[in-house]
Structures are given as C-alpha cells and as structure tokens.
Nanobody, 115 residues
Framework: QVQLVESGGGLVQPGGSLRLSCAAS????????MGWYRQAPGNQRELVAIITSGGTTNYADSVKARFTISRDNAANTVYLQMNSLKPEDTAVYYCKATTYSANYWGQGTQVSISS
C-alpha cells in the first residue's frame, strides 16, 4: 500500500520560513520523481517544484529563489524548504510521487501566511 504523508505546515508571518516533509512508503522511492503542488481556495492545483530520481529540479516561476526541493533517498523523504513566504503562498500543499506505473498523492498539509 502506497502512502505519502506530508508534515510541516502551519501558520507563519510574511517573510518567515517553513520546511515541509513528505515521507513515502510502498514505492521504490529512489526511482520516483517527487513533486510538491499546492491548491489555494478557488484555484486549481498547481505545480510548485519537482525533483527527478536523478536530482534534477524545476520550480514554478513564483517560487524560484525562495523555495528549495530536496530528497533523501535513504529516508524515503522529499522536502520543500520555503523561505521569504508571502500571503499568496497560502494553500494546501500536496506531495506527489510519479512512478513507472502510477501517480500517487498525499493528503496535503495547510500552509497559511498571515500577519
């Protein structure tokens, strides 16, 4: 059974930082591309950042230079370091695993940026 469990969300002030984690089980993590997506109320789910099995990364323009995606294959975990947070970063953040056979999603973690 595949499980993706996100953690690390919360409420922070503008300019603050958060680090999201996504722990995966039930997949060959080292072979999977991992991604972070987000969905704000009334909006479609959008890509935030992805990291391939080989470590290549890609970011949405809106988060470049502020967010960093990384992975620890030994821990089956992908991270999203978020710095210089803005109110428009407020959303539910989801982890996605892309394997050879299927895509899998986590349940999401709420990130709220407000003073």
């Amino acid at each position: 059974q595949v499980q993706l469990v996100e953690s690390g969300g919360g409420l922070v002030q503008p300019g603050g930082s958060l680090r999201l984690s996504c722990a995966a089980s039930g997949i060959i993590f080292s072979s999977a591309a991992m991604g972070w997506y987000r969905q704000a109320p009334g909006n479609q789910r959008e890509l935030v950042a992805i990291i391939t099995s080989g470590g290549t990364t890609n970011y949405a323009d809106s988060v470049k230079a502020r967010f960093t995606i990384s992975r620890d294959n030994a821990a089956n975990t992908v991270y999203l370091q978020m710095n210089s947070l803005k109110p428009e970063d407020t959303a539910v953040y989801y982890c996605k695993a892309t394997t050879y056979s299927a895509n899998y999603w986590g349940q999401g973690t709420q990130v709220s940026i407000s003073s």
